[in-house]
T-cell receptor
């Protein structure tokens, strides 16, 4: 099946620092998604990307859909303690007839710890 | 309030027990999903229901049995589980099957098999 390589596995940073994480794949995806999961909760969608080269921001978060469609990165600027959690990338490509049904493939996640 | 509610939040069961996980969504979505989340592994899709019909079954052992009585409710029936089945089980829903940006996850059930 499809696999996503997400790095780094974990990060320990100081409050105020910028953060960068990325996902790569050997397969082409039509959609890239970034989720955040806080302790004791399910993943929550942060940013969705639909076009190669697309750069999208959500507050202090910025994500890009790689030109090759095989990678994506997420940046967090000026980190704060509430940014702690696990960040997942996910890629989606069409499967089944008519391209109307899609499989979502997740990375293993990046655990972010922010020291105040 | 995420719109997807899972119960129980925590469950400890013996290998000979039978238990069920429940998921309920109040979002009017047509598709519901079960995922397994294990430490240091990607989320694993287990089952997909679209309009109450099972449309995806990713080689999941028969000791896991899903049930979708209506578009708002999804169950995962468990019996004779193994310790390696201990994980966080997440339910999700979306407007239609595969609408990635519309996935809403529940908070999960933390399952421990002893």
């Amino acid at each position: 099946g499809q696999q996503l390589n997400q790095s780094p596995q974990s990060m320990f940073i100081q409050e105020g620092e910028d953060v960068s994480m990325n996902c790569t794949s050997s397969s082409i995806f039509n959609t890239w998604l970034w989720y955040k999961q806080e302790p004791g909760e399910g993943p929550v969608l942060l940013i969705a990307l639909y076009k190669a080269g697309e750069l999208t921001s959500n507050g202090r978060l910025t994500a890009q859909f790689g030109i090759t469609r095989k990678d994506s990165f997420l940046n967090i600027s000026a980190s704060i303690p509430s940014d702690v959690g696990i960040y997942f990338c996910a890629g989606q490509l069409p499967s089944g007839s008519g391209g109307s049904n899609y499989k979502l493939t997740f990375g293993k996640g990046t655990l972010l710890t922010v020291n105040p | 309030e995420t719109g997807v509610t899972q119960t129980p939040r925590h469950l400890v069961m013996g290998m000979t027990n039978k238990k069920s996980l429940k998921c309920e969504q109040h979002l009017g979505h047509n598709a519901m999903y079960w995922y397994k989340q294990s430490a240091k592994k990607p989320l694993e899709l287990m089952f997909v229901y679209s309009l109450e019909e099972r449309v995806e079954n990713n080689s999941v052992p028969s000791r896991f049995s899903p049930e979708c009585p209506n578009s708002s409710h999804l169950f995962l029936h468990l019996h004779t589980l193994q310790p390696e089945d201990s994980a966080l089980y997440l339910c999700a829903s979306s407007q239609d099957w595969g609408r990635a940006h519309g996935y809403t996850f529940g908070s999960g059930t933390r399952l421990t098999v002893v």
